[in-house]
């Protein structure tokens, strides 16, 4: 009679046991890895022997793109970094991920199918540490006028997410203020010429060494003309340079021009320009060999689609040659050296004739 009481217990615990609902009693907290490490995540679960247990890799933006990596203890993906273990004692699925690569991040699944429309499941999301990228819709490269209010923007992914900063080139200061601005844009409300130049975006997430991008900002502006000496003099029959500093962007038209014409290259006058940089330029006049009419004013203009600046050089009469223009030194250099060999060879020569 004993035994019959007690096989009736144990089938209505079994019975009892049979109609419990499955369910999953632990699963692992959010992992934060580097790349190349290894992750293990644990699903522990009850009452469910007799139904297959998965664990699925889910997109939580689209439903339709979802990867089955094992079910019960067999891996469905081909992948050696990718491993399943079973510990039956507890009842824990465990799912390896070696060298995790940055793809790997996500949401994983683990989940027991009970029927077609009758599912358990739990998710633990795997963040992969990852060093900062720009992003291509970040600020290139920027061309704008004087005065101009300008936004650069700087964005940048990677986990965690990446702190931006601004900086321009050689530590100069920013028109905000200061040598560093953080924030994702740097607004200039009115641009000036003196802005212009690289700057630099920088990204930290304290992963790696972070990203950096050059951003060339290009200011146009009307020009700008400078004399370094205005007032000049030569005598008759010496060469004289007249010259000008220009500074403008775009580069500027430049002439020079005395007495209302407009002066080229002939005999008289020898014209050159020469670019130090994008926004520089030095302009020269040489005077060739002075007469009385070449004395006076020579304007030097300058101009392009945002304005148009002159400045004026005085070249007057002086009795004594200025040596201490370059040109007149070099000729009295070569003077002194020809008269030097000149009167070596009259030497040579008187010496010959008395032996």
Request: aromatic fraction near 8%.
């Amino acid at each position: 009679m004993r035994a019959v009481i007690l096989a009736l217990i144990c089938a209505f615990l079994q019975t009892v046991a049979a109609q419990r609902t499955p369910t999953i009693s632990y699963i692992s907290q959010e992992q934060i890895k580097d790349i190349g490490e290894t992750v293990e995540l644990q699903c522990s679960i009850q009452y469910a022997q007799d139904y297959p247990v998965l664990w699925i890799k889910v997109n939580r933006e689209s439903n339709s793109e979802q990867v089955a990596l094992s079910t019960g203890t067999a891996l469905i993906i081909r992948d050696s970094r990718f491993s399943i273990k079973h510990d039956m004692a507890a009842a824990t699925y465990v799912l390896q991920v070696k060298d995790i690569q940055e793809t790997d991040a996500g949401f994983y699944q683990c989940r027991i199918q009970i029927s077609v429309n009758n599912l358990i499941n739990a998710e633990v999301e795997l963040q992969v540490r990852r060093p900062p990228i720009i992003s291509d819709n970040s600020t290139q490269s920027l061309v704008v006028s004087e005065g101009q209010p300008v936004m650069l923007e700087c964005y940048a992914s990677g986990f965690p997410p990446p702190r931006i900063s601004w900086r321009r080139e050689n530590n100069a200061i920013l028109p905000t203020g200061g040598s560093i601005y953080r924030g994702v844009t740097l607004k200039i409300s009115a641009i000036r010429k003196e802005d212009r130049g690289t700057y630099y975006c920088v990204a930290e997430n304290g992963v790696g060494r972070g990203a950096r991008r050059n951003i060339n900002v290009e200011v146009e502006f009307a020009p700008v003309i400078t004399a370094p000496r205005p007032r000049l003099g030569q005598a008759l029959q010496y060469d004289m340079d007249l010259e000008c500093h220009v500074e403008a962007y775009p580069p500027p038209a430049i002439t020079w021009v005395k007495d209302d014409i407009q002066l080229s290259n002939n005999q008289h006058y020898s014209i050159s320009h020469f670019a130090t940089a994008d926004e520089y330029t030095d302009t020269t006049i040489r005077v060739i060999t002075i007469e009385k009419r070449q004395y006076g004013e020579y304007t030097c203009r300058a101009a392009n689609k945002l304005g148009s600046a002159e400045t004026k050089v005085e070249l007057f009469e002086i009795s004594m040659p200025n040596i201490n223009y370059p040109g007149l030194q070099w000729a009295t250099a070569n003077r002194c050296d020809l008269l030097k060999w000149l009167y070596l060879i009259i030497s040579f020569i008187v010496v010959a004739i008395m032996l």
